[in-house]
């Protein structure tokens, strides 16, 4: 309802949607209803990530009535739409039942009659009504009675009054003010106002390497689990690796019943976005990550593998392979940012114990790695080698994934500068700094403790470098 009552007619009232995610929806044919009447909204409404959708009783409503700072139109007026279930009171009342001790419900159902978000202003609410909403457009929705469907109402929490209007204190949180004066099409988010709820996310298996895959964990901080639990999310997989998330991607719902947390568990390799909610449909937040693709790292069969040295454009790699009867092959590959192809290998031959590899490789690739074919054709992969020039080679980054630090080792025959810069997984700069080296072995610690859980680029440039280098890390 309109915040001020001075000039404001029942037509003025309106209300608001917000798509907090992860993806865009489709919005069409979806139902607004307060257990009277019912607004069909048209089909094939789109709605992305982030946007409002302004659903009023006037096309054009003025300051202050919607908003005290500006005039706000209106993107379905329901008095003109066709598409209501019966006429809409233009006077009195008008849609929501005004004043008094009213305590009156707004429901938001999908097509199917799915509960997307319902409100009241307190409890008992207010009786309803059979309702056929409108065919608008072709639409198919269901006759339904608000009294026999069992909802699962947020309370509002606040006295019942003429011209009064509501707004979330948060955008996607529980929570609501009273007579906000900015609201229509204009975020509300109070000032000073801090959630309830807060959460912590965390990647527990960072790499798709089994028939498990991927898996996260979201644990939710609440004084009593019983206010949020059961858990939903939404989660959005990018299917076609173009880094959009939109409806030619996978999106998957679920329920978590089990606090303090929520597992999501059997995630392939590939990009993510999950939009977790409360039981009510609010305590909204959105987390993305990605599941990286396995690198079968040989932490326990290969001892170490290393860049010797560089001279007259050969490098001279050094490994150690411990007690693998089963080896048919051990090769070198190399890589100039994307693919790896081999490079040279190492002739099939069983062995036992331990056993010393050194090979010389012509200079030519960025990354280097060791691959290691089974006889029954299982490959694994050991750490990647990043090469600059002769000046300055690189032999390993780690941990990964991390939480508080990361420790890059490499080799630099002269004294100098290094500078390194670390990316989001959006390409945004988050820090960047710059150390000074020494010739011979040593370790740059660079910390990531404040980075938000996710995936990292790395960029090293330095002037025994020819041209950057790239890592690519998880943070937990």
């Known amino acids: 309802m309109p915040w001020t009552l001075n000039g404001c007619g029942a037509t003025a009232e309106f209300v608001e949607l917000l798509n907090f995610g992860p993806g865009p929806i489709n919005i069409g044919c979806y139902v607004l209803t307060d257990g009277d009447f019912s607004v069909t909204i048209p089909p094939n409404t789109i709605l992305q990530p982030g946007e409002f959708y302004l659903i009023a009783g006037q096309s054009v409503i003025p300051s202050p009535c919607a908003n005290i700072d500006s005039t706000v139109t209106a993107d379905l007026n329901w008095n003109t739409c066709g598409c209501t279930s019966a006429p809409i009171p233009t006077t009195g009342d008008g849609f929501f039942t005004d004043g008094g001790s009213a305590n009156e419900q707004v429901v938001l159902l999908s097509p199917s ?7 009241v202003r307190d409890l008992p609410n207010e009786p309803s009504s059979p309702i056929t909403p409108s065919g608008i457009g072709g639409c198919t929705v269901p006759s339904f009675d608000l009294d026999t469907m069992n909802l699962n109402y947020e309370t509002l929490g606040m006295s019942a009054g003429r011209g009064n209007s509501f707004a979330r204190k948060l955008d996607g949180d529980c929570g609501w003010v009273k007579d906000p004066q900015q609201s229509g099409n204009a975020t509300n988010n109070t000032p000073g106002e801090s959630s309830n709820v807060s959460y912590d996310f965390n990647i527990v ?11 996260i964990d979201i644990y939710v901080n609440v004084g009593s689990s019983t206010d949020v639990f059961p858990m939903n999310y939404t989660i959005a997989f990018d299917a076609n690796s173009d880094g959009i998330f939109n409806f030619s991607d996978t999106y998957t719902q679920g ?12 995630l392939p390799y590939g990009r993510y976005r999950v939009t977790v909610s409360s039981s009510k449909g609010c305590f909204l937040r959105t987390f993305e990550f990605t599941i990286l693709d396995c690198t079968g790292l040989l932490s326990t069969q290969l001892d170490y593998f290393s860049l010797l040295v560089t001279r007259n454009g050969i490098h001279t790699f050094e490994w150690v392979v411990p007690t693998l009867e089963d080896v048919q092959e051990i090769s070198i590959e190399g890589s100039l940012g994307s693919t790896f192809t081999t490079v040279a290998s190492v002739p099939p031959q069983g062995f036992s114990g331990t056993k010393k590899f050194t090979k010389n490789v ?4 960025h990354f280097y790695r060791i691959r290691v074919l089974a006889r ?5 992969y050991s750490k990647i080698i990043a090469v600059g020039s002769e000046e300055l080679s690189f032999s390993g980054l780690y941990p990964n ?7 890059l080792q490499f080799v630099s025959d002269k004294a100098g500068r290094i500078y390194y810069q670390l990316y989001d997984a959006l390409g945004v700069l ?11 072995w040593q370790t740059l610690r660079i910390p990531v403790i404040k980075l938000s859980p996710g995936l990292y680029g790395l960029k090293i440039t330095s002037g025994g470098l020819a041209q950057p280098i790239y890592f690519r890390f ?3």
């Open 113 to 119: 009659l799915k509960v997307v978000d319902a409100v």
């Open 205 to 215: 298996q960072s790499m798709d390497c089994d028939a498990s895959h991927g898996s």
């Open 255 to 266: 329920v978590d019943s089990t606090p303090p947390s929520i597992a999501i568990l059997g």
């Open 362 to 365: 012509a200079v030519g690739y």
């Open 376 to 380: 029954g054709g299982k490959v694994s």
């Open 401 to 407: 994934p991390t939480s508080d630090f990361l420790n």
């Open 430 to 440: 988050t820090s960047w700094n710059q150390e000074t080296i020494t010739p011979g």
């Open 474 to 476: 998880v943070k937990r």
